[in-house]
């Protein structure tokens, strides 16, 4: 249970900016949905709007002394939000521009470098945990991660409902534990959120 919550935003601002992971989560899970639904405002596309939540928040960690200085954190996250999302339009009409006058294919987005080396790292964490998951498990994390439902994932694997959460459970507990151990403190937070989105 967490010892965090938005009575006081300032001071649990202010923890997120010394790097409690635990008040930054409380941070995520009360204003993730609404970067989602501002991505989704500007994208129309689920994927994309999912994908927004995870940068917006890890840029948030990974410049989480800038905290100190917020004073209403729901203004400065819309901002934040629109201004990564227009940065993204911005980078990618140059990169058409720019490979059109070239006469080139446009190359795949890349990300700033930090968040690219923080990507591969707990990708590479994440495929480890994944796979050694039983066989069952894995199937139920592995469509949940894909955005399918515990009804979806009931009807494909021929599994109960019940016996679907039962597995979700049991390989996040364990994909957690898995990553806990492996992975660097600096890191754990943001790596805690992730996981949660496949709740």
Do not use: C
């Not at 970067?35 to 999912?50: E, S």
């Not at 006469?103 to 591969?120: E, I, V």
């Amino acid at each position: 249970m967490s010892n965090f919550s938005l009575t006081d935003e300032h001071a649990l601002l202010q923890k997120v900016a010394t790097g409690d992971g635990e008040a930054y989560t409380v941070l995520f899970r009360h204003y993730s949905q609404q970067v989602f639904d501002v991505a989704m405002v500007y994208l129309k596309d689920n994927g994309l709007a999912r994908e927004i939540v995870q940068e917006v928040f890890m840029k948030i960690w990974l410049k989480k002394a800038d905290m100190r200085e917020v004073k209403n954190f729901k203004d400065y996250l819309f901002i934040l939000t629109r201004n990564h999302i227009y940065d993204g339009f911005k980078k990618q009409l140059v990169r058409v521009k720019v490979y059109d006058l070239l006469g080139k294919s446009q190359p795949a987005s890349q990300n700033d470098t930090d968040h690219l080396l923080l990507q591969r790292e707990y990708d590479a964490i994440l495929d480890k945990a994944i796979a050694g998951l039983p066989p069952e498990r894995k199937k139920v994390y592995l469509a949940r991660k894909q955005g399918w439902s515990n009804e979806e994932i009931s009807l494909q694997l021929n599994i109960s409902v019940h016996t679907v959460k039962k597995q979700m459970s049991l390989a996040m507990h364990a994909v957690r534990a898995f990553v806990k151990a492996r992975i660097h403190n600096d890191m754990l937070p943001f790596l805690i959120v992730f996981l949660s989105l496949f709740r």
